[in-house]
T-cell receptor, first 113, second 109 residues
Framework: DADVTQTPRNRITKTGKRIMLECSQTKGHDRMYWYRQDPGLGLRLIYYSFDVKDINKGEISDGYSVSRQAQAKFSLSLESAIPNQTALYFC????????????FGDGTRLSIL | GNSVTQMEGPVTLSEEAFLTINCTYTATGYPSLFWYVQYPGEGLQLLLKATKADDKGSNKGFEATYRKETTSFHLEKGSVQVSDSAVYFCALDDNDMRFGAGTRLTVKP
Protein backbone atom coordinates (compact mmCIF):
# COMPACT_ATOMS: atom_id res chain seq x y z
CA ASP A 1 0.00 0.00 0.00
CA ALA A 2 1.09 3.54 -0.71
CA ASP A 3 2.47 5.56 2.19
CA VAL A 4 0.62 8.70 1.05
CA THR A 5 -2.81 8.07 -0.47
CA GLN A 6 -4.89 10.63 -2.29
CA THR A 7 -8.55 10.24 -3.18
CA PRO A 8 -10.00 10.59 -5.69
CA ARG A 9 -7.31 10.13 -8.36
CA ASN A 10 -9.40 11.90 -10.97
CA ARG A 11 -12.39 14.20 -10.72
CA ILE A 12 -14.40 16.16 -13.25
CA THR A 13 -16.88 18.66 -11.91
CA LYS A 14 -18.71 21.87 -12.76
CA THR A 15 -18.08 25.48 -11.90
CA GLY A 16 -19.54 26.45 -8.53
CA LYS A 17 -19.46 22.99 -7.00
CA ARG A 18 -17.84 22.27 -3.66
CA ILE A 19 -15.08 19.68 -3.88
CA MET A 20 -13.01 17.90 -1.28
CA LEU A 21 -9.75 16.14 -1.96
CA GLU A 22 -8.51 13.80 0.72
CA CYS A 23 -5.06 12.71 1.78
CA SER A 24 -4.07 10.06 4.29
CA GLN A 25 -0.63 8.85 5.29
CA THR A 26 0.86 5.88 7.09
CA LYS A 27 4.35 7.35 7.51
CA GLY A 28 3.68 8.84 10.93
CA HIS A 29 4.85 12.25 9.76
CA ASP A 30 3.76 15.42 11.50
CA ARG A 31 4.00 17.74 8.51
CA MET A 32 1.52 17.64 5.65
CA TYR A 33 1.24 19.80 2.54
CA TRP A 34 -1.05 20.49 -0.39
CA TYR A 35 0.38 21.62 -3.75
CA ARG A 36 -0.98 22.23 -7.18
CA GLN A 37 1.00 21.52 -10.33
CA ASP A 38 0.45 23.45 -13.54
CA PRO A 39 2.45 23.06 -16.75
CA GLY A 40 5.46 25.40 -16.77
CA LEU A 41 4.87 26.55 -13.20
CA GLY A 42 6.15 23.63 -11.19
CA LEU A 43 4.53 22.99 -7.83
CA ARG A 44 3.00 25.78 -5.81
CA LEU A 45 2.17 25.42 -2.14
CA ILE A 46 -1.47 25.92 -1.19
CA TYR A 47 -1.56 25.08 2.53
CA TYR A 48 0.57 23.23 5.03
CA SER A 49 0.20 21.89 8.54
CA PHE A 50 2.87 21.01 11.09
CA ASP A 51 0.48 19.24 13.46
CA VAL A 52 -3.22 18.71 14.08
CA LYS A 53 -3.86 22.20 15.44
CA ASP A 54 -1.61 24.02 13.02
CA ILE A 55 -2.73 25.35 9.62
CA ASN A 56 -0.67 27.74 7.47
CA LYS A 57 -1.32 29.45 4.16
CA GLY A 58 1.05 28.86 1.29
CA GLU A 59 1.70 30.88 -1.86
CA ILE A 60 -1.74 30.43 -3.39
CA SER A 61 -4.34 29.77 -0.68
CA ASP A 62 -7.14 31.97 -2.07
CA GLY A 63 -10.15 29.88 -3.06
CA TYR A 64 -9.03 26.89 -0.98
CA SER A 65 -9.43 25.70 2.59
CA VAL A 66 -8.02 22.74 4.50
CA SER A 67 -8.79 20.58 7.48
CA ARG A 68 -6.33 18.49 9.49
CA GLN A 69 -8.65 15.94 11.02
CA ALA A 70 -5.92 13.80 12.54
CA GLN A 71 -2.19 13.40 12.28
CA ALA A 72 -2.71 11.07 9.34
CA LYS A 73 -5.39 13.01 7.44
CA PHE A 74 -5.31 16.35 5.65
CA SER A 75 -8.09 17.35 3.27
CA LEU A 76 -8.28 20.19 0.77
CA SER A 77 -11.57 21.87 -0.15
CA LEU A 78 -12.56 24.10 -3.01
CA GLU A 79 -15.63 25.90 -1.71
CA SER A 80 -16.86 27.05 -5.12
CA ALA A 81 -14.76 25.61 -7.90
CA ILE A 82 -13.74 27.73 -10.90
CA PRO A 83 -12.11 26.62 -14.17
CA ASN A 84 -8.69 28.08 -13.37
CA GLN A 85 -8.46 25.65 -10.46
CA THR A 86 -8.14 22.86 -13.01
CA ALA A 87 -4.78 21.30 -12.17
CA LEU A 88 -2.97 18.31 -10.75
CA TYR A 89 -3.03 18.38 -6.94
CA PHE A 90 -0.47 16.69 -4.72
CA CYS A 91 -0.41 15.93 -1.04
CA UNK A 92 2.97 15.49 0.63
CA UNK A 93 4.29 14.67 4.09
CA UNK A 94 7.58 15.14 5.88
CA UNK A 95 9.18 14.45 9.21
CA UNK A 96 9.32 17.23 11.77
CA UNK A 97 13.12 17.34 11.63
CA UNK A 98 14.57 20.05 9.47
CA UNK A 99 16.07 19.12 6.11
CA UNK A 100 13.94 16.03 5.66
CA UNK A 101 12.56 15.37 2.18
CA UNK A 102 8.89 15.37 1.34
CA UNK A 103 6.99 12.21 0.38
CA PHE A 104 4.31 12.66 -2.25
CA GLY A 105 1.07 10.96 -3.12
CA ASP A 106 0.33 10.07 -6.73
CA GLY A 107 -1.83 13.13 -7.29
CA THR A 108 -5.44 14.03 -8.02
CA ARG A 109 -6.23 15.29 -11.49
CA LEU A 110 -9.05 17.81 -11.13
CA SER A 111 -10.95 19.27 -14.09
CA ILE A 112 -13.50 22.01 -13.61
CA LEU A 113 -15.81 22.66 -16.53
CA GLY B 1 11.17 35.94 -1.20
CA ASN B 2 12.75 32.58 -1.91
CA SER B 3 12.67 31.21 -5.44
CA VAL B 4 14.15 28.56 -7.70
CA THR B 5 14.97 28.91 -11.39
CA GLN B 6 15.82 25.88 -13.47
CA MET B 7 16.58 25.49 -17.14
CA GLU B 8 13.62 25.18 -19.39
CA GLY B 9 13.01 21.99 -21.24
CA PRO B 10 12.32 19.82 -22.85
CA VAL B 11 15.73 18.22 -23.01
CA THR B 12 16.24 15.34 -25.42
CA LEU B 13 19.40 13.23 -25.28
CA SER B 14 20.65 10.00 -26.72
CA GLU B 15 21.39 7.10 -24.39
CA GLU B 16 24.84 7.37 -22.72
CA ALA B 17 25.01 11.15 -23.24
CA PHE B 18 26.07 13.54 -20.47
CA LEU B 19 23.28 15.38 -18.69
CA THR B 20 23.29 18.78 -17.03
CA ILE B 21 20.16 20.51 -15.76
CA ASN B 22 20.90 23.95 -14.36
CA CYS B 23 19.31 25.22 -11.17
CA THR B 24 19.88 28.50 -9.37
CA TYR B 25 18.15 29.80 -6.30
CA THR B 26 17.41 32.93 -4.31
CA ALA B 27 17.05 32.60 -0.56
CA THR B 28 17.27 34.89 2.42
CA GLY B 29 18.52 32.19 4.78
CA TYR B 30 20.52 28.98 4.46
CA PRO B 31 18.23 26.56 2.67
CA SER B 32 18.50 22.87 2.05
CA LEU B 33 18.45 21.98 -1.63
CA PHE B 34 16.79 19.04 -3.32
CA TRP B 35 16.29 17.39 -6.67
CA TYR B 36 13.06 15.48 -7.14
CA VAL B 37 12.05 13.28 -10.08
CA GLN B 38 8.53 12.69 -11.38
CA TYR B 39 7.70 9.70 -13.57
CA PRO B 40 4.48 9.70 -15.61
CA GLY B 41 1.35 9.31 -13.49
CA GLU B 42 3.24 9.49 -10.23
CA GLY B 43 4.08 11.98 -7.53
CA LEU B 44 7.53 13.42 -7.00
CA GLN B 45 10.26 11.28 -5.49
CA LEU B 46 13.40 12.52 -3.82
CA LEU B 47 16.44 12.02 -6.02
CA LEU B 48 19.11 13.67 -3.91
CA LYS B 49 19.67 16.47 -1.44
CA ALA B 50 22.33 18.70 0.09
CA THR B 51 21.92 20.58 3.32
CA LYS B 52 24.88 22.96 3.43
CA ALA B 53 27.39 24.71 1.20
CA ASP B 54 29.84 22.46 -0.68
CA ASP B 55 27.83 19.33 0.12
CA LYS B 56 27.43 16.95 -2.80
CA GLY B 57 24.26 14.92 -3.08
CA SER B 58 24.33 11.76 -5.18
CA ASN B 59 22.01 8.90 -6.07
CA LYS B 60 21.60 6.48 -9.01
CA GLY B 61 24.53 8.10 -10.85
CA PHE B 62 23.11 11.62 -10.49
CA GLU B 63 25.09 14.29 -8.63
CA ALA B 64 24.60 17.89 -7.58
CA THR B 65 26.85 20.18 -5.54
CA TYR B 66 25.54 22.98 -3.30
CA ARG B 67 27.41 26.09 -4.50
CA LYS B 68 26.72 29.02 -2.21
CA GLU B 69 28.99 31.42 -4.10
CA THR B 70 27.01 30.95 -7.32
CA THR B 71 23.69 30.05 -5.61
CA SER B 72 23.48 26.98 -7.80
CA PHE B 73 22.66 23.28 -7.51
CA HIS B 74 23.09 21.87 -11.02
CA LEU B 75 22.10 18.24 -11.65
CA GLU B 76 24.53 16.05 -13.61
CA LYS B 77 24.77 12.49 -14.79
CA GLY B 78 27.62 11.07 -16.82
CA SER B 79 25.66 8.57 -18.91
CA VAL B 80 21.88 8.73 -19.12
CA GLN B 81 19.61 5.77 -19.77
CA VAL B 82 16.17 5.54 -21.36
CA SER B 83 14.77 4.84 -17.89
CA ASP B 84 15.92 8.32 -16.76
CA SER B 85 13.22 9.91 -18.89
CA ALA B 86 11.12 11.93 -16.46
CA VAL B 87 10.50 15.46 -15.20
CA TYR B 88 13.13 16.80 -12.80
CA PHE B 89 12.43 19.47 -10.19
CA CYS B 90 14.91 21.52 -8.22
CA ALA B 91 13.64 22.68 -4.83
CA LEU B 92 14.75 24.58 -1.77
CA ASP B 93 13.55 24.38 1.82
CA ASP B 94 14.15 27.33 4.10
CA ASN B 95 11.09 26.61 6.27
CA ASP B 96 9.26 27.57 3.08
CA MET B 97 9.41 24.97 0.33
CA ARG B 98 9.84 26.28 -3.20
CA PHE B 99 10.04 24.29 -6.43
CA GLY B 100 11.38 25.13 -9.84
CA ALA B 101 9.14 24.80 -12.89
CA GLY B 102 10.49 21.37 -13.80
CA THR B 103 12.58 20.14 -16.73
CA ARG B 104 11.32 17.29 -18.88
CA LEU B 105 14.06 14.90 -19.97
CA THR B 106 13.59 12.41 -22.77
CA VAL B 107 16.34 9.87 -23.45
CA LYS B 108 16.23 8.08 -26.79
CA PRO B 109 17.81 4.66 -27.46
Amino acid sequence: DADVTQTPRNRITKTGKRIMLECSQTKGHDRMYWYRQDPGLGLRLIYYSFDVKDINKGEISDGYSVSRQAQAKFSLSLESAIPNQTALYFCATSDLQRDQPQHFGDGTRLSIL
Amino acid sequence: GNSVTQMEGPVTLSEEAFLTINCTYTATGYPSLFWYVQYPGEGLQLLLKATKADDKGSNKGFEATYRKETTSFHLEKGSVQVSDSAVYFCALDDNDMRFGAGTRLTVKP
